[in-house]
């Protein structure tokens, strides 16, 4: 597993071009060379890091796919959580020579509780895909899939991206929420990029250089509930000074308090 460098637009395509440079586009052939066979990329709103994206970068990113030929895996749950419209152009959607597999889920934008998605992607690898899921899970819950058959056949598109539409709304006033916090009481002590999508705020805090003792004992015995960023790192005990925080459900008084008492203790010696 190669990590790749990436910004609030997400991958930096240089930083991938950079790692592709040690292989010849022609070892690709050669099984013994042992090029990355795929890219795997949340492009919006991704976790932890609330970045996405951009339309140009997907562009490079899949011309550099074309030319070492690997695949690429786009895992877009937050798709449909998008604030600035019009939404970015899928990988999907630039796919001429099919390999791209998409995979959107139904889990963000109806309940977290109903586990359904959805996979698109050339014949042959999602026939693949059916054969491994018939000798491990099946099938998600019948249940669950007749529930949201029922649910958007009913809807039809339009009513289905009108819901959409409130669930954005919904989001994007608690992004702002949150900004508003960070704005108001971390300002100097931390810094932080605009998610355009999702439901994360990646917070890097200045001058410390690993977070885990701050968020995972200090904030916790101070009733604050974020997530350090090393559990994010293929490397998890490397330091991080990055932690998440979720604007899915906590109150804008609950941010408030929240960012006020984590600049308070951000300000004590660790």
């Not at 592709?20 to 795929?38: C, M, Q, V």
């Not at 630039?94 to 509780?113: Q, Y």
């Not at 100097?188 to 200045?206: D, Q, S």
């Not at 308070?264 to 010696?269: A, F, R, T, Y």
Request: net charge neutral.
């Amino acid at each position: 597993m190669i990590n790749v460098s990436s910004d609030e637009h997400g991958i930096i395509p240089d930083s991938l071009r950079e790692i592709l440079s040690k292989w010849k586009p022609e070892d690709s052939k050669d099984p013994k060379k042992n090029t990355p066979k795929f890219l795997y990329t949340v492009p919006n709103g991704n976790n932890p890091a609330g970045n996405s994206l951009t339309a140009e970068r997907k562009r490079e990113i899949y011309e550099l796919a074309r030319k070492y030929d690997f695949l690429i895996i786009e895992d877009d749950p937050y798709y449909f959580m998008q604030f600035n419209k019009p939404w970015a152009p899928t990988f999907l959607s630039m796919d001429v020579d099919g390999r791209v597999i998409r995979a959107d889920s139904f889990s963000k934008v109806l309940s977290s509780g109903l586990r359904v998605g959805f996979i698109t992607g050339p014949k042959p690898l999602i026939e693949r895909i059916v054969l491994h899921i018939q000798v491990s899970t099946m099938h998600t819950s019948t249940f669950t899939q007749l529930l949201v058959s029922q649910l958007v056949h009913q809807w039809g598109e339009e009513g289905f991206l009108a819901h959409v539409d409130r669930v954005i709304d919904f989001y994007r006033k608690q992004r702002d929420a949150i900004l508003a916090a960070a704005d108001k009481w971390l300002s100097g002590l931390a810094e932080w990029h605009v998610p355009t999508a999702g439901m994360f705020l990646w917070v890097k805090i200045k001058g410390i250089h690993d977070v885990r003792k701050l968020i995972e004992e200090k904030a916790v015995k101070d009733k604050i509930f974020m997530l350090p960023g090393h559990g994010f790192y293929i490397d998890s005990s490397a330091p991080c000074p990055y932690f998440r925080a979720s604007f899915s459900s906590a109150s804008p008084e609950q941010m408030d308090v929240a960012f006020q008492r984590l600049a308070q203790l951000i300000e004590e010696p660790l």
